[in-house]
Every structure is written in C-alpha cells, then in structure tokens.
C-alpha cells in the first residue's frame, strides 16, 4: 500500500513494509476511507485491528450483532425514560399549572370588569433597629459549646497534674507535696498557662 523507501526504511518510521494484496475496489475504499483521519494507510489498518482486538469484536461473527443489540437496548431505556418525563410534565400541568393559570385568569378578569384602579397604601418605613448594639446577657449556642469544651478538657488536665502530685515526708522538715512530671511536660504546661 505504501511506497518504500530505497534505504530500506519508511517515511514516518523505522520499521519495514510488507504488500498485502487486496482487492482493487477494497483498497480504493481503504484508501478513501483513511484520508478522512489525514494518517498513513498503515497506522489507519494498525488503528482498526486494535480496536477489533480491544473490545473483542468479529466483524464477520457475532461482535456487530451484540453491539447493535446494546445500542437498541439503551434505546429503549432512553426512551421508557422520556415517556416518564413526559407523563411527570403532563402531571404537573394538571395539577398545579393549568390551575394556577385560571386562577390567575379569572382574577385578571375581575380586576378588567371592576374598572377602579388599585388604591396605593403608604408605606410605612420601620424604625431603624439599633438595640442590637446594646450590650446582652447572653453568649451564642457555638461560643457556649465551645467554652464547655475548653473547660471540660481544662478540668481533665488538672486532674492529670493532680493524680501525679505525691506527699512526701522527709525525717527532718516539714512534709511537703512533690509532683512527678518529666521536665518536657512542665515546659509544656508553662507555655499553655502563658
């Protein structure tokens, strides 16, 4: 199908061509056929012999039929799906638009008859509201939380610290309190108590 080149290699490529022999109409189709995708003749047959391999297809066997098949079977869903739509559409104009609109219609009706012209009421402009500047009694359910927690764990720590603190009692003084704390853990607590 292509020309080789008189080095032995080809045009886009390093490998060798082979000639297949074909038809004079098959290959006046192949050749019409892959100019559409503007390739070599060769990556267009490389091209359809990977897309027959990868999804397992026989173009003279049973491949086709199972395609076609499927394409027809979500045919059907697609429209089963339409018909829903419609039917739910339909519905809806029933029941709430067609209502709505002769409603509508009739009130429309009415006021053309009565022939007045609605009365404008004043509006009334609302005082501006400026108690919320004033200081209030309460906190916000999240900042609440939030404090519960905070003190809740705070609460946990100092029981932490005071199940480490021992009485000591030495021969000679007084008896004092000794806390068994690592310095690590001390220099983490000054630093939160700061």
């Known amino acids: 199908m292509e020309k080789q080149s008189t080095n032995g290699k080809s045009k886009k490529g390093t490998g060798a061509y082979s000639n297949i022999t074909v038809k004079k109409e098959t290959a006046i189709r192949f050749r019409s056929y892959s100019k559409r995708f503007n390739k070599s003749h060769s990556e267009v047959l490389d091209g359809m012999v990977q897309y027959f391999k990868e999804n397992n297809l026989d173009p003279f066997g049973e491949g086709t039929k199972i395609i076609l098949d ?17 039917a739910i559409i339909k519905n809806m104009e029933k029941t709430s638009i067609r209502p709505t609109y ?3 219609l009739i009130l429309y009706e009415a006021y053309v008859k009565d022939g007045r012209k609605p009365r404008r009421e004043p509006v009334q402009i609302q005082e501006e509201r400026k108690d919320f500047l004033e200081p209030r009694n309460t906190v916000p359910k999240v900042q609440h939380d939030r404090m519960l927690q905070e003190f809740n764990e705070y609460r946990k720590h100092c029981n932490e610290i005071l199940n480490k603190v021992e009485k000591v009692e030495p021969m000679m003084g007084k008896p004092y309190l000794k806390i068994n ?9 000054k630093y939160h108590l700061r």
């Open 181 to 189: 704390m690592g310095i690590g853990e001390f220099e983490k607590l």
């Open 70 to 86: 499927g394409i027809k079977k979500l045919e059907r869903q697609m429209m089963k799906k339409f018909d829903r739509l419609i």
């Open 102 to 104: 002769e409603m509508m």
